[in-house]
């Protein structure tokens, strides 16, 4: 058997099996595994349908320096670190392979129409990206995380790595700031408690080492350990339609906290509402623009407390 003779079998094998793919409809397709590719300076604008919101439509936009969120009426500030690694987070969505090409098995993947969290990102104004997040796999054995994208309008799913459907399809609180209070407790100097009545308002302070009430000298551990809260106070529940006109009639309790280092005192104060399920609206200067919510166990009890609980 010659080489032309082998040459042409090969020639007709290979013919046979590239018309076999044809036909069958099961053709081998490369694919960019950069499947979400941003430039992060450039986007101006993101429109998130997330599970996480039941798909309310929330929209990030930039105007200047700083980043609003919005969501049905209501409009706050969003944190820029939050909104700064969700595009971090973009550009690091790598495609492992097509797990499906046919629509009938977007609901496998958790990415049909409806189904998984969509994201839109604008540059300039202009669509870049637009894309659902579906299904999020967590492999304990292995201890590896899958999630499955879709690009709007395509019909392959993909499996990428990590924790993107958690970590991009967030809900409208994400990208907002929780901090009730962060202060260097070595700087506390006084906290003035200021409650329900001028009887039960009290002052606690520094005195050398020590802390004080008045002339009475302070439990020291009980005192540390309350100011070791006020390193670093969170909310969790915003309250959005707090009506500060009745601000007035609904104020409770408020701590002036004075502080080294500086010009103003810290000043939290506490509203409450009986008709609210969670009837304490936590508020501080240091975070103007957010309203927490509290019930008798949460950070109203850290915060709030009685001169007794600081006397042995």
């Not at 046979?16 to 397709?29: A, E, M, N, Q």
Request: aromatic share 10%; proline share 2%.
């Amino acid at each position: 058997m010659n080489n032309k003779f082998l040459l042409l079998i090969l020639l007709l094998l290979l013919g046979i099996y590239g018309l076999s793919k044809v036909f069958s409809g099961t053709k081998d397709r490369s694919f960019d595994a950069d499947l979400i590719q941003v430039d992060t300076a450039a986007v101006n604008s993101l429109v998130l349908n997330t599970k996480a919101d039941n798909y309310e439509t929330v929209k990030l936009q930039k105007e200047g320096d700083q980043w609003l969120i919005t969501k049905g009426n209501f409009t706050t500030k969003a944190q820029a670190l939050a909104v700064k690694n969700m595009l971090n987070n973009l550009n690091q969505i790598k495609a492992k392979r097509i797990v499906a090409k046919n629509p009938e098995k977007w609901k496998d993947y958790e990415v049909e129409d409806g189904k998984g969290s969509r994201i839109q990102v604008f540059e300039k104004g202009k669509l870049k990206e637009d894309f659902l997040l579906g299904r999020f796999n967590f492999n304990q054995q292995a201890r590896t995380a899958t999630s499955y994208i879709r690009l709007n309008n395509e019909n392959e799913v993909y499996a990428i790595d990590g924790m993107a459907s958690m970590n991009l399809a967030q809900n409208f609180d994400a990208f907002r700031n929780k901090q009730i209070l962060k202060i260097n407790k070595d700087d506390v100097t006084s906290i003035q408690f200021e409650n329900e009545t001028p009887e039960n308002s009290f002052n606690l302070s520094r005195n050398g080492s020590g802390w004080s009430l008045g002339d009475t000298p302070a439990d020291s551990t009980k005192t540390t350990q309350f100011i070791s809260t006020l390193s670093s106070i969170m909310g969790s529940e915003f309250i959005n339609n707090f009506d500060e006109l009745k601000s007035k009639d609904l104020a409770f309790k408020q701590l002036k906290i004075t502080a080294n280092n500086q010009i103003e005192p810290e000043i939290i104060t506490c509203y409450r509402d009986e008709s609210l399920a969670k009837p304490f609206i936590i508020h501080s200067n240091q975070n103007k623009d957010a309203y927490f919510a509290s019930d008798s166990t949460g950070v109203f009890a850290r915060l709030f407390k009685n001169m007794g609980d600081f006397i042995e």
